[in-house]
């Protein structure tokens, strides 16, 4: 059983996961002309100081590229939910007058809702809005702890996060320097969620159109 599980989580943490971030940034890309033509920019530029060849410190050094990233994944956050188990007795004191207090005994499963707190405008002003200069070394400053975390926190936070980053900065790396990311007669804009899934995904698919750029 425990192999099985290993191998289950490998599938949809390692292939589904990543994949799925990508088509959400793909889709982000192609209805945001301005920031795939910004991050282009920072493609080529960094292709000149490689040498013409990419490599993993250039890459690294990629800011917008790692802004654009970070963005697609608040607003699309491919686990929606984490688990977590309480390890202690704990209260949850009410914040409104019309509220609660919850008490949290050992041993409760909790559910942290991603989706949800990333699209709370309190943390995250015109949340439907994608703007990649949330995650700027100005701004990102800002963002009140534990209330951005698409890999999970903790000494239980996924274990291939950046793996994961590192493959999807590279295939969008080689696409966007290669093609236009537009829209097709198939593509779905606005993106229509698919409900009864376990990851997140679009109802009608992802359909996008490469068109070849100059190099």
């Known amino acids: 059983m425990d192999i099985t599980a290993q191998a289950m989580i490998f599938f949809f943490a390692g292939f589904d996961g990543v994949s799925g971030l990508m088509c959400f940034l793909t889709y982000e890309l192609t209805v945001n002309p301005d920031v795939q033509d910004k991050l282009r920019e920072e493609i080529r530029s960094t292709l000149e100081e490689c040498g013409g060849k990419l490599t993993y410190e250039g890459l690294l050094k990629m800011k917008y590229m790692d802004m654009v990233v970070s963005e697609a994944l608040r607003k699309w956050p491919i686990g929606i939910t984490a688990d977590r188990i309480c390890t202690k007795p704990y209260t949850i004191q009410p914040t409104t007058p019309d509220e609660k207090s ?6 409760s499963l909790i559910w942290l809702p991603i989706f949800g707190i990333h699209r709370d405008p309190e943390y995250f002003p015109d949340p439907e809005r994608f703007d990649p200069d949330r995650f700027s ?27 994961a980053l590192l493959e999807t900065k590279i295939i969008i790396f080689y696409v966007l320097q290669h093609f236009e990311l537009v829209p097709v007669e198939k593509s779905t804009i606005p993106l229509k969620i698919r409900t009864g899934m376990f990851n997140l995904t679009a109802e009608d698919g992802f359909w996008y159109g490469l068109k070849r750029i100059s190099v």
Request: net charge positive; hydrophobic share 25%; proline share 9%.
């Open 137 to 163: 070394e100005e701004n990102k400053r800002n963002i009140k702890p534990y209330t951005y975390f698409p890999f999970g926190l903790g000494p239980r936070n996924c274990i291939g996060s950046r793996f």
């Open 102 to 107: 919850l008490h949290l005994e050992k041993g």
